[in-house]
């Protein structure tokens, strides 16, 4: 499979979304292989499309296959892997990732640290890094709910 000038742009831009979302670039890669071939491949076809060793390319393909990105057929001895088209289930697992990881155990920090604060400056911009999480938590929410159907949104 030649890899023209739009191809390598598509598998770029697929490793990159998939980085984001906390796989690694030869996951990326891979994913983005898959994407663009015409027909399912194996993970030998796939090393010598990547470069990668095989055994780079198993350890992928196990984490893909996990997070049901891909799926495997079996014909005889040999594996074919194709992509199953996540991005939408994937991005959506987004909003509430980052919600419960990252934005309320800041917040909760924060507010912690606003408390102790005797520095009327410090407390000052503490509290307003506590307005913008709180409004980020806000949107964090309308999205988890409009993901579940909820679209009358209301704050929590």
């Not at 194996?42 to 990547?50: F, K, L, M, N, V």
């Not at 194709?82 to 919600?99: A, C």
Request: proline content about 3%.
């Amino acid at each position: 499979m030649p890899v023209t000038r739009k191809k390598q742009k598509f598998m770029d831009l697929i490793e990159r979304i998939m980085v984001r979302w906390g796989y690694t670039h030869t996951d990326g890669r891979i994913y983005g292989i898959l994407g663009i071939s015409d027909r399912p491949l194996t993970i030998d076809e796939i090393a010598e499309e990547t470069g990668l060793s095989r055994s780079s390319v198993s350890t992928s393909l196990n984490r893909l296959l996990k997070d049901y990105m891909i799926t495997v057929k079996k014909k005889g001895r040999v594996k074919y892997f194709s992509i199953i088209p996540s991005f939408l289930e994937k991005f959506l697992e987004q909003p509430r990732e980052l919600l419960e990881k990252e934005v309320l155990p800041l917040m909760q920090i924060t507010e912690k640290l606003a408390a102790k604060s005797e520095n009327e400056e410090y407390h000052m911009k503490l509290e307003d890094l506590l307005k913008n999480l709180e409004s980020l938590k806000c949107v964090l929410n309308r999205i988890i709910m409009m993901e579940e159907g909820e679209f009358d949104c209301v704050d929590e």
